[in-house]
Every structure is written in C-alpha cells, then in structure tokens.
C-alpha cells in the first residue's frame, strides 16, 4: 500500500463518512479514525484486495463501534418512531426540493448504511457485503427495504405542523 493509494481513497471515505454522520466534524473525526486504525493496522490488508472495500469496512466497524458506545453510555435506545416529528425538514416553499439528507437520516442505519454503499460508493452487493459483514441476501433486502422507504419519504413531502396533533392530557 502507497500512500497515495491511500490518499486517493480519503474523498470517498468523507463522502461516505458524511452521509453516515450527518455532521461534517463528525465525519472528519470519523475519517481521521479510519485512517489511523488503517495505517496501524496496514498488514491486516491483504495486497491485491479493494482497498476501498478494507478501508469501507474499517469505517463501518468505526461507526458502529461508536453507536454502540453511545448507545451504552445514554442507557437506553432510542426508538425511531419516536422521533419521528423531531425529524421533519423545516417548512419552506412548495417548489424547493426536500432535503435529501434529512430523509436520509430518517431511514434505519442499516438501511441508509447499504443505500450508500451501492449509490453513492458504486460498490457491488458482494463488496457491501464484506463490508457490513452481512450476506449478500440481507444486502439486497436493505437496500430494496431503504429504496422504498426514501421513495415514500420523498414523496410525502415537508409536513405542515398544523399536520402534527398534539397529544392531550387525560387524568
């Protein structure tokens, strides 16, 4: 491994990183970590494989490492639907588009994980795979279950807050 082959890589990982994040500082920590488990850990690749599917995977297993952490150290999970009307995209014009990465934050992270890979990567279903470490069967199943759920999202368009009911209090 050279270091320009290594250098080449960052764009996608922060794209990647990005998208997974939400967060740009979030992401460059995430970037940053990767590369720095990866050159210490530069004999585990074995030379002749993707480098972008090794370095992929060491993100992956970052991130999850890091929600799990964070999952653990809050004490509790929290439940998507739940959250549901704190993740409405703000009011604007009907003719502006909806933001995309909030619909892609509202998908499950396994979902949005694979949907990224495919789309935004171009990595093949064995690839995303090896990544996640799931297999290929569940990688097509996420990523057609993430599909139709951005699709449906982004054709339900912005909710109005006069849409929301508030819950009433009975004693």
């Not at 929600?67 to 809050?74: F, S």
């Amino acid at each position: 491994m050279q270091p320009a082959d290594l250098e080449g890589q960052i764009p996608h990982l922060r794209r990647y990183a990005r998208a997974l994040t939400g967060d740009p500082w979030a992401a460059d920590d995430l970037v940053q970590d990767t590369l720095e488990r990866a050159c210490g850990r530069w004999q585990l690749w074995r030379a002749g494989s993707d480098l972008r599917a090794w370095l992929f995977t060491v993100m992956h297993n970052l991130f999850v490492d890091g929600v799990r952490r964070a999952v653990r150290q809050a004490g509790h999970r929290l439940d998507i639907e739940e959250a549901d009307s704190e993740l409405v995209a703000p009011s604007s014009a009907p003719d502006q588009l909806l933001d995309l990465q909030r619909c892609l934050m509202r998908l499950p992270e396994e979902q949005r994980e694979v949907l990224l890979l495919v789309t935004l990567q171009d990595l093949g279903y064995e690839d995303v795979a090896r990544i996640t470490g799931t297999p290929v069967g569940t990688v097509m199943s996420r990523l057609s279950r993430a599909r139709t759920r951005l699709r449906e999202l982004m054709d339900a368009g912005p909710r109005s807050s006069a849409a929301i009911v508030p819950l009433k209090r009975m004693k």
